[in-house]
């Protein structure tokens, strides 16, 4: 198994699509990159404590490459925008990637490289060696599926799932979706 620990603005949206895809046995929104020795909701939503709303996947290599992981968490946020996912505005929403080794860092500078031909514009996400991540209050797991019916998970989470499902379908479970 591996674990990436990626930040594309509200966690929300990347645990979403995540905890869709096939060979990905968890997802955990949490609080990272920051300069406290701890991490809440409250805090990190000021924008002051350094730390960004992320996302803990981990998934069996086996079964979906880590190419893919990456390609999708490029696929589903603007990496161009310093600071702002929409209209989540604040450094809790940057682009981010964080490494937990030295073969993960050269993973995700492929990516960034990668990625890029898909943006005009130069991509801005941070990597960072990873340090502590904190894990989200319990409200903040499985949100989307946790509340359908919420404006925010219909017009700004549903799509994103959408556009990964069209893009990358084979990774998708009947039992996930």
Same mark, same amino acid.
């Given at each position: 198994m591996t674990t990436y620990t990626i930040a594309g603005g509200c966690f929300w949206c990347l645990d &979403?699509? =995540?905890r869709r895809l096939t060979g990905a046995e968890v997802s955990i929104c949490g609080y990272v990159g920051g300069l406290a020795s701890d991490a809440n909701?409250? &805090?990190v939503? *000021? !924008?002051? *404590? !350094?730390?960004?709303?992320a996302v803990q996947v981990t998934f069996d290599e086996t079964v979906i490459p880590a190419e893919t992981i990456l390609d999708i968490f490029f696929l589903i946020h603007n990496p161009t925008t310093k600071d702002r996912q929409g209209a989540d505005?604040?450094?809790q929403y940057r682009s981010a990637m964080f490494y937990a080794d030295d073969t993960q860092k050269q993973l995700f500078e492929m990516?960034?490289?990668? &990625?890029?031909?898909?943006?005009d514009d130069l991509i801005v996400t941070e990597l960072t060696p990873l340090d502590a991540f904190y894990e989200a209050e319990l409200e903040h797991q499985d949100y =989307?599926?946790?509340n359908p019916a919420n404006g925010y998970c219909s017009v700004v989470i549903a799509p994103k799932i959408l556009k990964v499902r069209q893009a990358h379908a084979k990774w998708f479970t009947a039992e996930k979706v």
């Amino acid at each position: 198994m591996t674990t990436y620990t990626i930040a594309g603005g509200c966690f929300w949206c990347l645990d &979403a699509v =995540f905890r869709r895809l096939t060979g990905a046995e968890v997802s955990i929104c949490g609080y990272v990159g920051g300069l406290a020795s701890d991490a809440n909701y409250s &805090a990190v939503s *000021t !924008g002051t *404590t !350094g730390h960004t709303e992320a996302v803990q996947v981990t998934f069996d290599e086996t079964v979906i490459p880590a190419e893919t992981i990456l390609d999708i968490f490029f696929l589903i946020h603007n990496p161009t925008t310093k600071d702002r996912q929409g209209a989540d505005v604040g450094p809790q929403y940057r682009s981010a990637m964080f490494y937990a080794d030295d073969t993960q860092k050269q993973l995700f500078e492929m990516a960034i490289k990668r &990625a890029q031909v898909h943006w005009d514009d130069l991509i801005v996400t941070e990597l960072t060696p990873l340090d502590a991540f904190y894990e989200a209050e319990l409200e903040h797991q499985d949100y =989307f599926n946790s509340n359908p019916a919420n404006g925010y998970c219909s017009v700004v989470i549903a799509p994103k799932i959408l556009k990964v499902r069209q893009a990358h379908a084979k990774w998708f479970t009947a039992e996930k979706v």
